[in-house]
């Protein structure tokens, strides 16, 4: 299982691997937001910290249909699935490496990306927190959404529309607790939510991903 | 080692294609499966391989003896020769690769990017990788697509080893590979076509 982290991490950084991908397009939406929304600072700090979650979540969103489409094509899935690893073991390590070359970027990115957007400094700790804790969900939720549009020709539309609805507790807890954190109130509720979530998906996701795959190779 | 192969039926988007397959391979022979396009080889080495599930009947032993090549050679073109060779030995357990690059001479080709290499041998590469799985039962289907002559002879002799060692092989092909072993016919084991449901047709409107 090592061996398919390692690949698919070798894949994403060489030639039209999507590597840096998700982190352009975050870098895009927050530097245009201040000219769409104009450049009153307190408007601009209230927003921030929504403004990044948002981001950070579509960008996740863009590279989902990558995480197995291309295996499917070329027929490494059918024969990762004749391999002598489990096929929820693929499916938890395409969501890690998922997360490894987006989510992770983007929550390291996003301090800096805050800046652009005038988040008060009490909010860029707990806006990386909330990024760190809630983006696995997004990966682990993204390859359940991949895993079951995986057979068919122009699955993304299908997949964004699968997907986006189960996102939506991870982006309102997540830019939850970033707001709170940065006006400074209390945000254990949202966090524990956050975690919660993420705890739940990364245990129960990659069965359901499994038995999709399994169906959708048949 | 015997694989053996009972009263199998095999399904493609939910219709029998095959019904009743019966055949033994043992140690050391090749068993090539004949029959015209649409017959059903691909159906029933995917059965073979476990990635369908056959409607009736056994086989043993089970998926995890098969090393299974379909049309598709499942090598990431950014990746070099070597390391997808290293990346499916490593899934399966296997340390050297060096066996399977000699016997399908990729060994000049080593460090070239699979993308930059021809359809032949993408091919040889592909089917190089059966030999980094370490399993005994290798299923094959059309592997001799886009090879030249002295690559299918590679091919078999590569195949001819691993018998040698107390392999088997079932290949799907139509070509001669001159190897130990019985060719199995399809035709015989077509399914029937379902019966007429022109009753189950009106009620379905009553």
């Known amino acids: 299982m090592i061996a398919l982290l390692k690949r698919d991490l070798a894949l994403s950084v060489r030639a039209g691997g999507g590597f840096g991908l998700a982190l352009a397009f975050f870098l895009i939406v927050v530097t245009l937001t201040p000219f769409a929304v104009g450049p009153n600072s307190a408007t601009l700090s209230t927003i921030a910290a929504g403004i990044l979650w948002l981001g950070a979540l579509l960008s996740c969103l863009l590279s989902l249909d990558r995480i197995l489409a291309l295996d499917y094509e070329d027929g490494a899935l059918e024969l990762l699935a004749t391999a002598p690893i489990p096929m929820e073991g693929v499916a938890t390590i395409k969501a890690l490496a998922h997360w490894l070359t987006t989510g992770l970027p983007l929550t390291l990115a996003a301090p800096a990306f805050g800046v652009l957007l005038n988040l008060p400094p009490e909010g860029f700790l707990w806006l990386t927190i909330s990024l760190a804790i809630g983006t696995p969900a997004l990966s682990v939720v993204g390859t359940f959404g991949a895993a079951l549009t995986v057979g068919l020709k122009r699955g993304g539309l299908l997949l964004s529309l699968i997907v986006l609805p189960l996102y939506v507790p991870t982006l309102i807890f997540g830019a939850e607790v970033a707001r709170r954190g940065a006006e400074g109130m209390a945000f254990e509720t949202p966090l524990a939510l956050l975690a919660g979530i993420t705890l739940a998906t990364v245990a129960l996701l990659p069965f359901a991903s499994a038995a999709a795959i399994r169906i959708n190779l048949r | ?206």
Do not use: C
């Not at chain 2, 086989?59 to 098969?66: C, D, L, Q």
């Open chain 2, 1 to 206: 080692m015997e694989l053996i192969v009972s009263d199998l039926a095999v399904v493609r988007g939910g219709m029998r294609v095959l019904e009743g397959v019966n055949f033994r391979v043992s140690s050391g022979t090749a068993l090539v499966l004949r029959g015209p396009n649409g017959i059903g080889k691909t159906t029933l080495l995917r059965t073979l391989a476990g990635l369908q599930l056959a409607d009736e009947g056994a086989v043993a032993p089970g998926p995890e003896a098969m090393a299974y090549a379909s049309h598709a050679d499942g090598n990431k073109g950014t990746l070099s020769v070597s390391e997808n060779l290293e990346f499916w030995a490593s899934l399966h357990g296997v340390d050297d690769i060096s066996v399977a690059l000699r016997e399908f001479n990729m060994e000049a080709l080593e460090a070239r990017p699979a993308g930059s290499l021809s359809a032949g041998q993408k091919r040889r590469l592909g089917l190089a990788r059966m030999a980094v799985t370490g399993r005994r039962i290798w299923l094959f289907d059309e592997p001799t697509v886009s090879l030249d002559v002295d690559s299918v002879a590679l091919f078999a002799d590569a195949v001819r080893r691993h018998l040698g060692q107390g392999g088997l092989a079932v290949i799907a092909t139509h070509i001669d590979l001159g190897l130990e072993g019985e060719v199995l016919q399809l035709g015989p084991f077509k399914a029937e076509a379902p019966e007429d449901h022109h009753e189950d047709f009106h009620e379905a409107f009553l």
